[in-house]
Structures are given as structure tokens and as C-alpha cells.
């Protein structure tokens, strides 16, 4: 199984898209500072995800997430 999900920084509002085999996991490497491009925005919680069988779906949706339709989708449906 592969998730799209989205990250909120608790910090500074701001939110994250990414896709993963373990949200949890990678979720925790975000929060440790392992990754840079997150670092300065912790801590990090996971507000939304979904499931899906291939990793290609997963990113599928999560560049959907990043797209402006996307975005309006996220914000109709009270995501973010």
C-alpha cells in the first residue's frame, strides 16, 4: 500500500504533500529534522491521507494536491 497525504507544521500553519509506503514513519523522520526541507517548520502532523495499491497513484494524487485544482478541491472539502 502507498499514501498521498498532507502535513500541517503546527508552528506556522503551513502546509506539506507528499506520498509514502509508511506515513507514520516518514511522518517521524519529518519531525526529527531528518529531512531538510522540512526541518525548519516543525513539528508536523498529519491532517489527511489516502490509500492506494501503486506508488505511481500515490503520486498521482499527491501532485494533484499540489495543482490549483487540487487546492480548491482540498479547501471545498474542508482539508485545509
Do not use: C
Not at 25 to 46: A, F, H, I, M
Amino acid at each position: 500500500m502507498y499514501y498521498a497525504y498532507i502535513l500541517k507544521s503546527t508552528t506556522y500553519g503551513t502546509h506539506y504533500y507528499g506520498s509514502s509506503k509508511d506515513v507514520q514513519e516518514r511522518l517521524n523522520q519529518y519531525n526529527s529534522g531528518k529531512v531538510r526541507y522540512t526541518n525548519g517548520r516543525r513539528p508536523w502532523t498529519l491532517i489527511y491521507s489516502e490509500v492506494f495499491d501503486t506508488r505511481s497513484e500515490a503520486v498521482q494524487r499527491e501532485r494533484f494536491f499540489k495543482s490549483s485544482d487540487g487546492h480548491n478541491w482540498l479547501k471545498s472539502e474542508g482539508i485545509i
